[in-house]
């Protein structure tokens, strides 16, 4: 006897499936990925509202970039006005200190003249 003669009784035992189930068995692996296409496809584009969602992001970031450039201008006038008032006090201090005190920067000239009361 060979081998053959063995494995026929055991390939008659051997069920085939029925039409439906016999569908399923042969593309299971495609039927998988059919699902799993299906459940992208509905994350994407149900639920997440997919190519609209990013042009709202896009307008959002542009309107976000406009308005930090905007920011940037108002910090910058107002660093100016800033530096414009220091000016202004230090401007205001340094005439209190010379009349006070008499002091002069370096580099000026001190002259001081006296009025006597002779000719009156």
Do not use: C
């Amino acid at each position: 006897m060979n081998i053959k003669s063995h494995l026929r009784p055991v390939i008659g035992l051997i069920k085939r499936p029925n039409n439906l189930f016999g569908f399923f068995y042969r593309h299971w692996f495609s039927l998988v990925l059919i699902v799993i296409l299906i459940t992208l496809f509905r994350q994407n584009f149900i639920s997440n509202n997919f190519p609209f969602d990013i042009y709202d992001k896009q307008n959002l970031l542009i309107q976000s970039i406009a308005d930090n450039k905007q920011l940037e201008q108002e910090n910058i006038q107002l660093k100016l006005e800033s530096a414009a008032k220091s000016d202004d006090k230090l401007e205001i201090l340094e005439s209190m200190a010379r009349q006070k005190f008499g002091l002069i920067k370096s580099g000026e000239r001190y002259y001081q003249f006296n009025i006597s009361e002779q000719n009156q």
